[in-house]
């Protein structure tokens, strides 16, 4: 249907009116809340591709989950009403003394744009609240950012707290942020790392066995 492919370009190119106008349209002629979904995704898969590609950049991809947030905002209720539920379920934060949050908002709006549930903590989180949220919440990973080379100590404290409260198996962690790397993960017992953004999508979609 030509209105999909319109929806979808609306969040490639950040047009919010654009896409709460096209998804109350296709909600009142009868579309189902899974196909509206389906649209949206596939536009933020593609606004997820050209950022890895470098053919996006931050700005971009702000405004493009701008629109997705938005088109969501109308969506979301009528998605539980038909019981709709998300493909994951991961729990995001900045580590415990670091208080940087643009690259892990980044990545919180990408999870919400490839249909995980997101319950984003903020910043200067400790490895207890992360360990205990996912916990509580039900969650099958923890998504941990962090800006600073002294605060990335923290990172090992939540795995730790992971494994002591013996849910690692059930619960996969997942670390990025500027000065983190591949092999700090491996060291420090993560079960993924994302360079970017996009990578974070993939990864957990792939930690989760998630199409």
Known sequence: MEMFKELAQSIISGKLP????????????????????????????VVGEKFKNNEF???????????????????????????????????????KGDLHDIGKNLVSMMLEGAGFEVIDLGVDVSPEKFVNTANERGAGAIGMSALLTT??????????AVNNAGVHDSIKVVIGGAPVTQNYANEIGADGYAPDAASAVSELKRLLRVA
């Open 151 to 160: 605060t990335m100590l923290n990172m090992k404290e939540t795995i730790k």
């Open 18 to 45: 654009v896409a709460q106008e096209l998804t109350t349209k296709l909600l009142a002629n009868g579309v189902t809340p899974k196909e509206v979904l389906d649209s949206l995704i596939s536009g933020m898969n």
């Open 57 to 95: 950049y931050v700005p971009e991809v702000l405004i493009a989950a701008r629109a997705m947030k938005g088109a969501m905002a109308i969506l979301k209720p009528r998605l539980v009403e038909t019981g709709v539920k998300p493909i994951g379920k991961v729990v995001i934060g900045t580590v």
